[in-house]
């Protein structure tokens, strides 16, 4: 199976479009694909599961599936919209620890159903396209941005608590954004972003 990741660009309308209209989908959103988390475990956080300790916070998950229990640092980033230590620690700060992160409206766990919604909703108005809007999609988009980083095929395992390293491998496969860039360059020289671009430019009659 080939994973289906968003894109840079995909991530950061997905996060700014979030912040802007519904934070806790947000915060959701970016501790998912950050710690590559499945549905059901971001859904069961709850303020126990991430300890303060000095300036840094730490997050354990008990993956599900078979998968290793993690324990990871939070990001610090100048980036405010990736800055995850900071945006966590405001989060956090007024919860018990047996609260939930993301409780419904009444108080109990979010439902998959839930979330499902909430990533096509704001996945809709960020421009994210239709088939990449879902959950899952999240976790795929953080052991592909790591692999494109030059991440080591043993610590995208380590940070996607895989037991088996041949779940991890599924990483090294082309998605159909790098395919879709391969096939621009060869035949017209120009990257798939800049060619959608340009075609939005001739179609509205910018071109400079």
């Not at 806790?24 to 126990?48: M, Q, W």
């Not at 082309?174 to 001739?202: L, M, W, Y």
Request: charged share 25%.
């Amino acid at each position: 199976m080939t994973p289906v990741a968003l894109t840079y660009p995909e991530l950061r309308s997905l996060l700014t479009i979030s912040r802007g209209q519904e934070y806790r989908a947000y915060v959701l959103f970016l501790i998912t694909t950050l710690h590559g988390l499945r549905v059901s475990e971001v859904i069961a956080l709850r303020r126990r599961d991430f300890a303060v300790n000095g300036d840094m916070i730490f997050l354990t998950v008990q993956r599900l599936k078979g998968s290793e229990k993690t324990t990871q640092r939070l990001n610090d980033c100048s980036d405010s919209l990736f800055n995850e230590r900071q945006v966590v620690a405001e989060f956090i700060k007024n919860l018990k620890p047996n609260d939930l992160l993301f409780p419904d409206t009444d108080g109990g766990m979010l439902t998959r159903w839930q979330v499902t919604s909430l990533i096509y909703k704001y996945g809709s108005l960020a421009g994210v396209p239709e088939h990449k809007r879902f959950i899952h999609a999240l976790k795929h988009t953080c052991g592909i941005s790591m692999r494109k980083a030059g991440c080591k095929l043993e610590e995208i395992q380590a940070a996607l608590g895989h037991k088996n390293l041949n779940s991890t491998a599924m990483y090294l496969r082309v998605s159909s954004d790098e395919s879709d860039d391969a096939r621009a360059r060869a035949f017209t020289g120009t990257p798939r972003h800049v060619a959608i671009k340009q075609a939005a430019e001739h179609h509205t009659g910018n071109v400079p």
